[in-house]
């Protein structure tokens, strides 16, 4: 009578180490790909927030932007530590509904950097504002 063969084999113990080692490599690639799109979101929080601050900054002046204008910003957590805002003043807008006599300007804000893989990333803001001519 033969007696059962207790434990595993070589070949079992190899396939085994092969699935755990696949296994953590799928982890660490998903663990790469989560830091990747925080640290992505981090830098469009960023942008957004610096052209929101923009954006009021030149509601609170009360008087809209008559050309385009550029403003760049330098910040660490953007690669080549530069993030350019471009406002762009729209007088020709007209309100939805055509409202007469509405002395309206949008303003479009668009915030670009150089991100990872050299691709551009874009945060666009728009706002209505009240089309009034500066004092002379």
């Known amino acids: 009578m033969k007696r059962r063969q207790r434990g595993i084999t070589l070949i079992e113990c190899l396939i085994s180490i092969v699935v755990f080692g ?23 929080g960023l942008a957004t927030l610096y052209t929101q601050a923009q954006m009021e900054n030149v509601i609170s002046l009360g008087v809209a932007p008559t050309s385009q204008d550029t403003k760049t910003i330098t910040d660490a957590e953007f690669p080549q530590n530069t993030l350019t805002i471009e406002i762009y003043p729209d007088p020709s807008f007209v309100p939805p509904g055509n409202v007469a006599g ?24 728009q706002s209505v504002m009240p089309n009034r001519i500066m004092p002379q």
């Open 102 to 125: 509405a002395n309206l300007v949008e303003i479009t804000m668009d915030a670009h950097w150089i991100g990872p893989g050299n691709k551009r990333r874009d945060v666009i803001l």
């Open 22 to 44: 696949l296994g953590i490599i799928a982890v660490a690639q998903c663990l790469l790909a989560a830091f990747r799109m925080s640290h992505l979101s981090a830098q469009v």
